[in-house]
C-alpha cells in the first residue's frame, strides 16, 4: 500500500481529482478513478471532469471508516 503523501487535512485543495484522491488514500491512481464512479461517492461532475469537493470527501471517509479521520 502507498503512503498518503499529505499529512494534514488542512493541506488538502478545496477539491480533489481522481490522481489526489488516489493520493490522500494511497491507492493507486486506477483505484482512486474507479473510486470516484461509484454511486455513493460525492462527485462534483464540472463538463467532463470530476472532482470531490473536501468536505464532501472527508465526510465520505469517515462515514466508511467509523469516523477515522482527524482534522
Known sequence: MKE????????LPLFLNSEL??????????????????????????????VV???KFMQWVEEHTGGGVHK
Not at 461509484?38 to 470530476?50: A, E, I, K, W
Open 4 to 11: 498518503s503523501v499529505y499529512k494534514s487535512y488542512d493541506e
Open 21 to 50: 484522491v488516489a493520493k490522500v488514500l494511497g491507492v493507486s491512481p486506477s483505484s482512486g478513478y474507479e473510486l470516484m464512479h461509484q454511486p455513493d461517492f460525492p462527485v462534483l461532475r464540472v463538463g467532463n471532469r470530476m
Open 53 to 55: 469537493p473536501k468536505e
